[in-house]
DNA sequence: TTCCCCCGTCGAAGCGCTTCGACGTCACGC
DNA sequence: GCGTGACGTCGAAGCGCTTCGACGGGGGAA
């Protein structure tokens, strides 16, 4: 194995001036740094990642955690995950992959014996039991999602009162005036994450703002619901025309059963949704829809650990702008 | 921070004692063991992984290469990866995740600068640009699939011709006469992996110890070349009532084209397929099917990993037998 | 011209752990 | 009864890197 003191004789410098010369943190003349550099191609130096940790603090290695239950869209989750590596690349760090699995104890470990710097936790829980500890915790760590209470913690992910928003803003811009949002399964309001209320807020904002009609439904995740959910609008609401839904296993059954009631989409009715693209694109009928932008998501994350990291500091949230992709699903209104 | 001098201290024993003793490298006796446990649970002590990587020449780290190709399973990669730490934590190792994009650069880095101790390389291709490296580097990897050349290299995969052979043989014990196996598309078998040509060996070889007339139609991943398939398999073997599937993306049209023409599946003609579980549940007809047992897979492979730091000796090659999953597609043949 | 300060470099002191050789003690065999 | 190991523990020497203080030399300010 090829050392820094190989680098410094070969170079004809101290090992103190490879370091500087490599870290950058004191000045180096150009011509110094060029015989280094030099030196450092032709032996083929790598500096030892545990050596570099030791001495400087800082291993450079970014803990990942990834959620194991069910219900999670896994390509979502990996898509995510590849954004967060990549970015991570870029800043010079490398991503350790944990497993919701390893829970708490896991934390605890990365951190304490210093193999990571910092921590991406995501599919945060309301009242997440990671919470404490993560504040507790020596390293700077970013939140996928918000909890309840995210009083000195960073979060980051999508402005779901936004995305509400814009659905029904799209759905208004097309002529619709009655619109129902079928959202997600009663308990989830109660004890899941905070992200279904901000949806219901942003749709009944929205719909306020644009003079419409508008009506929210909680759903629970099966096909019989979805049927019932349809049956229930059109006898209440038999003026609708513009459907949100935000509840991923209930969009299929549910498009199948307006159009079982005879109604065609988009013809007489349009329907947008906040949902992953593969869910939206895999139907029968596209759907127009907001997903949670994943990518985006990940190298955001992997930011704001860097700016903290830097000791600099960040906002406690990062809501992202909602961006809704048209497909078959949503048309202007029929003229009455 | 507390150090292992700190631990040594307050048990009333050296720091080598310490490490002995959480190490099991040496002898200790169980009433000092006792005590240098307590110490520790009571201090909260953590040894620090980069000091320990670097006194020890070990970080306890594996790294894991996924692949983003398109035409990858998602979930199934995302299901190996979780294996594969589940695994390394119970072999006390973490996962590092590095993306294909990486490339051999990524490799070498996490190589050389022995930030990792070891390598799973998922997604291996016949003439795999990284093969060379791999063999190269001063430390063990283990690859998910079977390059044209393997010498030297620990691989691990599925058995595909045992899957070939498995799927004629359920198909023989039902009463099949007649079957055909539909592959991958053309150039696979040219530049692909080699497990193409490994089903079709399967296949071949359990038709004729069957007794079975059989045929083999590589295949586009199109529906029209599903369609076309289709209907030259009944003009060319009227007789068919069994098909082998091993090619994802024909799957579904292949049998929409199947009834279409008049067979129904399972009544007319069984189909078995090489693909994994979630394709095989989400069709219309759910297909009976062998899944590449990614579980298992990343399981093995960490083991094989462990062993290979331990200095033993592993076998070039390891081949995980295949399971069938009985679904709704297969069913005795018709009584003539 | 003199003083000061900054630039570029060096040497040495760790960072926290593992591991090797050494040493004292005790039990056992001859 | 003494040599001989095995056992249990210690001390010290690194592992390869970063970083701090120091220092010589040169340029600008006074």
Redesign the pocket.
């Known amino acids: 194995?090829v050392?820094?003191?190989d680098v410094a004789r070969h170079a004809?410098?101290?090992?103190?001036?490879?370091?500087?010369a490599?870290?950058g943190?004191?000045?180096?003349?150009e011509?110094?740094?060029q015989r280094i550099e030099a030196s450092i191609r032709e032996l083929g130096?790598?500096?030892?990642a545990g050596?570099?940790a030791?001495?400087?603090?800082r291993s450079n290695v970014l803990a990942l955690v990834v959620p194991l239950r069910a219900g999670i869209h896994v390509p979502v989750v990996m898509q995510f995950a590849v954004s967060v590596v990549t970015a991570a690349r870029r800043n010079d760090h490398d991503v350790l992959l944990l497993t919701q699995e390893e829970g708490e104890e896991g934390l605890r470990r990365v951190a304490d014996t210093a193999l990571v710097d910092a921590l991406i936790v995501m599919d945060v829980q309301l009242h997440d039991a990671r919470l404490p500890l993560l504040r507790a915790l020596d390293r700077p760590s970013v939140l996928i999602g918000f909890p309840a209470a995210a009083d000195g913690l960073t979060c980051i992910d999508l402005d779901f009162k936004a995305a509400g928003e814009l659905c029904v803003e799209r759905l208004a811009g097309l002529g619709h005036r009655v619109v129902a949002l079928v959202g997600s399964p009663p308990e989830v309001y109660v004890r899941g994450t905070a992200f279904a209320q901000r949806v219901v807020e942003g749709f009944t904002a929205a719909a306020h703002r644009n003079g419409l009609s508008s009506s929210v439904h909680p759903c629970e995740a099966s096909p019989a619901a979805a049927r019932r959910i349809a049956e229930q609008l059109l006898r209440e609401h038999p003026a609708l025309t513009g459907v949100v839904v935000h509840n991923e296993p209930v969009l299929e059954p549910l498009i199948d059963a307006f159009e079982q009631l005879g109604l065609r989409v988009p013809g007489d009715l349009s329907v947008t949704a906040i949902c992953p693209d593969e869910v939206a694109e895999g139907l029968r009928v596209p759907v127009t829809s907001i997903a949670l932008p994943s990518a985006e998501v990940g190298a955001r994350a992997v930011e704001l650990l860097m700016r903290k990291l830097d000791g600099a500091d960040v906002p406690g949230a990062t809501l992202l702008a909602p961006r809704l992709t048209e497909r078959a699903s949503t048309a202007p209104r029929n003229a009455p």
Chains 1, 2 share one sequence.
């Open positions: 194995m050392k820094i003191t004809g410098v101290s090992p103190s001036t490879v370091s500087y490599l870290s943190k004191r000045p180096i003349s011509e110094t740094r130096y790598r500096p030892h050596a570099r030791l001495a400087s603090s």
